[in-house]
């Protein structure tokens, strides 16, 4: 399968708990993006990175999140001290190149986060 | 502030009627425009695109969508909607300027029978 890959799919913690959601790119995308889904609600933008690099990170909370893309290995994005209202569905998009020059990017599947 | 609007949370139509979904953009350079589709528990998918050239832009599905600069809008259209087509569909923005893509709050569109 050579499309975005995230996991877990689904993810259960408790309130205080960390969160920690992967992200496999398309094989020779090497730029990646997170956006949160909540219940109801369009896809917010959260962060956007390259390899090593964090382009874009205005979409992030200032507190309790984070998010790398190693240069090796999936883009990780964290949530520490989970609340509530994290609850959400986290998607992560990659794209061959950085915007505007496609203009396109490609979505795994989501992580659903349900944090009790 | 640069945005995207859909109208219409939930869009309801017959099986067979014609299928129309709204959305709109703020700015006065025309951005990419683009529609994606979700369905249940899955990831978006790209149905089409705007980014220069011809206004009328087809996509996958039967689905296309016109860029009317004048009006800042790009609304989707289906001539025939078919069971299939039951899930939420994004209208996104990319400017210019911008590193990232902005997406509409979404419309859910069912079909009856």
């Known amino acids: 399968n050579a499309g975005v890959m995230q996991n877990p799919r689904h993810l259960v913690r408790r309130r205080g708990q960390e969160a920690r959601l992967r992200c496999s790119p398309m094989?020779?995308?090497?730029?990646v993006y997170w956006y949160r889904q909540l219940p109801e609600e369009g896809l917010k933008f959260m962060v956007y990175l390259q390899k090593e690099n964090i382009i874009d990170e205005s979409g992030m909370p200032k507190e309790r999140f984070s998010a790398e893309f190693p240069k090796e290995g999936p883009s990780i994005l964290r949530i520490q001290q989970v609340v509530r209202g994290d609850s959400a569905a986290y998607f992560c998009?990659?794209?061959?190149?950085?915007?505007?020059?496609?203009?396109?990017?490609?979505f795994g599947e989501g992580s659903r986060l349900t944090v009790l | 502030a640069q945005s995207v609007t859909q109208l219409g949370s939930h869009v309801s139509v017959s099986e067979g009627a014609l299928v129309l979904l709204r959305c709109n953009y703020s700015s006065s350079v025309p951005p990419y425009l683009f529609w994606y589709v979700q369905y249940p528990n899955q990831g978006l998918q790209l149905l089409l695109k705007y980014t220069t050239g011809a206004t009328l832009v087809k996509g996958i599905n039967g689905f296309e969508a016109e860029f009317k600069k004048s009006e800042t809008s790009f609304h989707l259209t289906k001539p025939s909607a078919h069971m299939s087509d039951a899930a939420e569909y994004f209208c996104?923005?990319?400017?210019?300027?911008?590193?990232?893509?902005?997406f509409g709050s979404g419309t859910r569109l069912s079909i009856r029978p």
């Open positions: 998009a990659s794209s061959p190149s950085g915007m505007p020059n496609t203009g396109e990017l490609f």
């Open positions: 996104a923005v990319l400017y210019s300027s911008a590193s990232k893509i902005i």
């Open positions: 094989k020779g995308h090497s730029h």
